[in-house]
Nanobody
Framework: QVPLIESGGGLVQAGGSLRLSCAAS????????MGWFRQAPGKEREFVALISRSGSITYYADSAKGRFTISRDNTRNTVALQMNSLKPEDTAVYYCAADKSAVGTTTWGRYDYWGQGTQVTVSS
């Protein structure tokens, strides 16, 4: 059973918004920092945003700063990524990931669990 399931991807025009959600099950969600990563065709997986276990610390890739917001609800075992002012270069499969640490990391290889991904396509 995959402990993380993403939803909310889709097709949107440039300048539009999408809200991705990731639901966790089978893990103690509040023990994990959470991250969002993305991978475009032919490119390496890249860090987008992370949030600490408590939600008090967030960190963003330069490409996401000012446009994306990560949040979590430890009572609902969910983490979200609000994406505004989307650009065609944001087109990718977006993954949520769980890292059993307090703060998290930008290094994808250090995460313990991954979702199956959700496609985001931004048209120009």
């Amino acid at each position: 059973q995959v402990p993380l399931i993403e939803s909310g991807g889709g097709l949107v025009q440039a300048g539009g918004s999408l809200r991705l959600s990731c639901a966790a099950s089978g893990i103690t969600f509040s023990d994990y920092a959470m991250g969002w990563f993305r991978q475009a065709p032919g490119k390496e997986r890249e860090f987008v945003a992370l949030i600490s276990r408590s939600g008090s610390i967030t960190y963003y890739a330069d490409s996401a700063k000012g446009r994306f917001t990560i949040s979590r609800d430890n009572t609902r075992n969910t983490v979200a990524l609000q994406m505004n002012s989307l650009k065609p270069e944001d087109t990718a499969v977006y993954y949520c990931a769980a890292d059993k640490s307090a703060v998290g990391t930008t290094t994808w290889g250090r995460y313990d669990y991954w979702g199956q991904g959700t496609q985001v396509t931004v048209s120009s």
